[in-house]
């Protein structure tokens, strides 16, 4: 492979685990779910990908508290620690397919999951002083991150490769995520408050399709930032075509790969929108 691929070859994606975190529950919303907690400064709410709090989000949760920011992570799902290729994957995957909290079929829906992650962005915000939280959203709670935003406490929302609604169809791509009142909110909020979000994807990548993208950078403009990961056949990065993890499992600590890069950049927008200018 050119350039860094002959530093990166035989890594292996960062993994990490539990030590270090507390752990208690956090009801909201009419759900209660044990909430991860680690580091000092402004907030910043992880919520994981299928399927669950695997060795790859929690090594990511360790660099965002490296960087400076107190983490939190709801376990929404799957055994916390497990791996994410495990015997338990595909059944914390259909539980979440099937759960009406997540609504993963459904389009223009308010996800009853979103009110408890605000709630939790509140709760953050309160505990931490900032001006505002962070929200990283990834796979199957990738939209989840810009639907909390509709509460004034996010100001930083991240949406890595958002999956839900599952793409069966063009009106199921096409879908933002979340109910139409929802975005007029993040539209309103985007015009008026200057709210922006960060999203990112690997081009080849059927789990967060390009139409999703298309929708809310329609509707959002300049406000939505996308980082579109190269997957096609023989890419410069090496992906496979089943890449679609950008910020856990395809990441190699390698300065130029560019999914270790699309990571930096998560950093620098958190601290651009949660860190007071000195």
């Known amino acids: 492979m050119p350039g860094f691929q002959s530093d990166a070859a035989g890594q292996a994606a960062p993994e990490a685990d539990l030590t270090g975190w507390s752990r208690e529950p956090f009801t909201a919303a009419g759900f209660t779910h044990d909430v991860y907690r680690k580091g000092e400064g402004p907030g910043v709410v992880l ?34 620690g497990a791996p994410a290729m495990s015997l338990g994957a595909a059944g914390s995957m259909l539980r979440g397919c099937v759960a009406k909290e997540f609504a993963a079929f459904a389009t223009n829906k308010e ?37 909390a935003a509709v509460d004034d ?37 985007a015009a008026e408050d200057g709210l922006c979000a960060l999203a990112l994807r690997f081009s080849k990548d059927p789990l967060a399709p390009g139409e999703r993208f298309k929708t809310l950078k329609d ?34 600590e390698v300065d130029g790969q560019p999914a270790y890069e699309a990571r930096k950049r998560v950093v620098q927008f958190l601290k651009e929108r949660l860190v007071d200018p000195e």
């Open 153 to 189: 406490s996010v100001l930083a929302p991240v949406l890595s490769q958002p999956s839900v609604p599952i793409g069966l169809s063009g009106k199921h791509k096409r879908d933002p995520g979340m109910s139409e009142g929802e975005l007029k909110i993040i539209e309103k909020r």
């Open 111 to 147: 996800r009853p999951v979103s009110h408890y992650l605000r709630a939790l962005a509140r709760d953050l915000k309160e505990k931490t002083g900032g001006k505002g939280v962070g929200v990283i959203g990834q796979c199957f709670t990738g939209g989840f991150a810009l639907a």
């Open 47 to 80: 919520i994981p990908e299928m399927p669950g709090v695997h060795p790859g989000v929690l090594a990511l949760g360790n660099y965002l508290v490296a960087n400076g920011f107190t983490v939190v992570i709801p376990s929404l799902f799957g055994t916390p």
């Open 219 to 252: 509707r959002l403009g300049d406000a939505f930032e996308v980082i579109e990961l190269d997957s096609s056949p023989g890419n410069a990065g090496g992906f496979g075509r089943m890449a679609h993890s950008v910020l856990t499992l395809e990441v190699r």
